[in-house]
């Protein structure tokens, strides 16, 4: 093999913390707890916080072991530069608090998940404009675009109805107009799909779901490609205003948003996260392919009326995805049909567990509706296309047969 080959996704992740040569020859990095820093000399530590020197000056901004996980998250996504918050919500808060002002007017997908699109109603109570449209469609982001645009946002694949935005398109439009193009990439996650290859400017995962993919430990991720012209920014303060200009709006981010509301990932998450992401490509191909051939069996079976998952040839971004992801995900949605109650459903099914979150290694299920999108009410629902007897799937590693024995006694 040639020394100058690159190489490839899993082994530069699975070696991620050596590349840092961590202490005493570890092979993970070490869990920091001190919130603390001390400098022999004290003009040092005042270097430091006036970001003159390298170095940690207190927990709530930064922490060796949260940095080695930005150092590996931002490998995945080939990226600049990474930002650690303590859930992905707050990363997607923290960043719109940092970089939006009142007047500002920005474009969300029309599918966003529950609390995304809670989060992002309550922006409008600080006079910020929020238009939400269909982002399958690049026109439909075309036409919303304003004087005071200043950002869009839109998740790889919606959940729970998985449709699939126009992720080439949109960035297209970004790139034409001056956008930040914010991409939620929890869905695909970076060994799918990195939101780079379409002009993202920022790109934001849940590390709780998919990359950490055990359900032990809460974490967010703000990966800063390093694409967008910030120096044509006006919502950039003074004083960030310095050093490279691809960091100011990660430093501004980094001040404004992680330092100010102090949504700071712990160091003892942070581990489990990393050590949970070094099986990230192992696990999602199983994921993958289960939940491939779970909605094959969904679909020939009479007691569902509709399957939703991107691998399925009737899905209506079917192409798309193909040709922007390696695979197609492991969420998918069924709706049962009106005779059947999603509850009893639910509960009789043995191996898969009725619960929420996504990405883990086991099969999880829940009543849309009922729970993550109660709150909605049912003419937004409806216009999502959320049946109230929609459930999703978050597909795990079970063996396959398994899982399909179960969805046939539970339906049967």
Not at 28 to 46: C, F, Q
Not at 209 to 220: E, Q, V
Not at 311 to 320: T, V
Request: glycine share 8%.
């Amino acid at each position: 093999m040639s020394k100058n080959k690159e190489q490839g996704f899993s082994t530069r992740n699975l070696h991620a913390d050596r590349a840092d040569k961590p202490e005493h020859g570890v092979l993970h990095k070490p869990i920091h707890t001190s919130v603390a820093y001390t400098y022999d000399d004290a003009r040092d530590l005042a270097a430091v916080f006036q970001g003159k020197m390298a170095g940690f000056s207190y927990g709530r901004q930064q922490n060796p072991t949260v940095n080695a996980l930005q150092a590996r998250i931002t490998k995945m996504e080939q990226g600049l530069t990474s930002t650690a918050f303590a859930t992905g919500m707050a990363a997607i808060g923290s960043t719109l608090f940092a970089l939006l002002r009142a007047g500002d007017h920005m474009i969300a997908s029309a599918f966003l998940f529950g609390n995304t699109n809670s989060l992002f109603n309550s922006f409008r109570n600080f006079g910020i404009e929020v238009s939400f449209v269909d982002t399958t469609s690049a026109s439909a982001v075309a036409a919303a675009i304003q004087d005071n645009t200043r950002l869009v946002f839109t998740e790889t694949i919606a959940n729970p109805v998985t449709q699939v935005a126009d992720l080439e398109g949109i960035g297209q439009l970004c790139q034409q107009h001056g956008l930040i193009y914010l991409v939620d990439n929890t869905m695909t996650s970076p060994w799918l799909f990195q939101p780079v290859s379409v002009g993202a400017s920022f790109v934001v995962n849940s590390l709780t779901k998919t990359i950490g993919g055990h359900g032990n430990a809460l974490g967010g991720m703000l990966t800063d490609t390093g694409l967008f012209d910030w120096s044509s920014y006006d919502n950039i303060f003074d004083n960030y205003r310095n050093g490279d200009v691809r960091l100011w709006g990660t430093t501004q981010v980094r001040k404004k948003g992680l330092r100010d509301f102090g949504a700071t990932l712990g160091p003892e998450a942070a581990h489990h996260l990393a050590i949970g992401s070094e099986t990230l490509p192992l696990r999602m191909d199983r994921t993958c392919d289960n939940a491939q051939s779970l909605a094959e069996f969904c679909e020939k079976n009479p007691a569902i009326k509709q399957v939703y998952y991107p691998g399925l040839p009737h899905h209506p971004q079917h192409k798309r995805a193909t040709s922007l992801f390696k695979k197609y995900g492991s969420i998918m949605s069924i709706d049962l049909a009106d005779h059947i109650d999603c509850f009893d459903f639910l509960n009789r099914l043995q191996c898969v567990v009725s619960s929420s979150n996504l990405g883990d290694t086991r099969t999880l299920a829940i009543p849309v509706a009922h729970t993550i999108y109660y709150e909605m009410g049912a003419e937004r629902r409806a216009s999502m296309g959320v049946s109230d007897n929609m459930i999703r799937l978050s597909v795990g590693i079970e063996d396959i047969d398994d899982l399909l024995q179960d969805f046939s006694q539970a339906l049967s």
